[in-house]
């Protein structure tokens, strides 16, 4: 997480990428949930924001 930000939708990313089984800790478990939430959030607000700026481009 060195070479990114860790205010970026690519660091949950890279989280989410990591290995989690049920050996692992319950702080991962816990960060890989955060993450999850984090990236799907942050890729359904910005659909909707693409979304919206063409529907108010087309209005005027």
Same mark, same amino acid.
């Given at each position: 997480?060195?070479? +990114?930000?860790?205010?970026?939708?690519?660091?949950?990313?890279?989280?989410?990428?990591?290995? +989690? *089984?049920? *050996?692992?800790?319950?702080?991962?478990?816990?960060?890989?949930q955060?993450?999850f939430?984090?990236?799907?959030?942050?890729?359904?607000?910005?659909l909707?924001?693409?979304?919206?700026?063409?529907?108010c481009?087309?209005?005027?």
């Open positions: 997480m060195n070479k +990114i930000g860790v205010h970026s939708l690519r660091a949950a990313e890279e989280f989410l990428l990591g290995d +989690i *089984n049920e *050996n692992s800790s319950k702080l991962e478990k816990y960060c890989f955060i993450a939430v984090i990236f799907v959030v942050g890729h359904v607000l910005g909707l924001c693409t979304n919206c700026c063409r529907s481009a087309a209005a005027l």
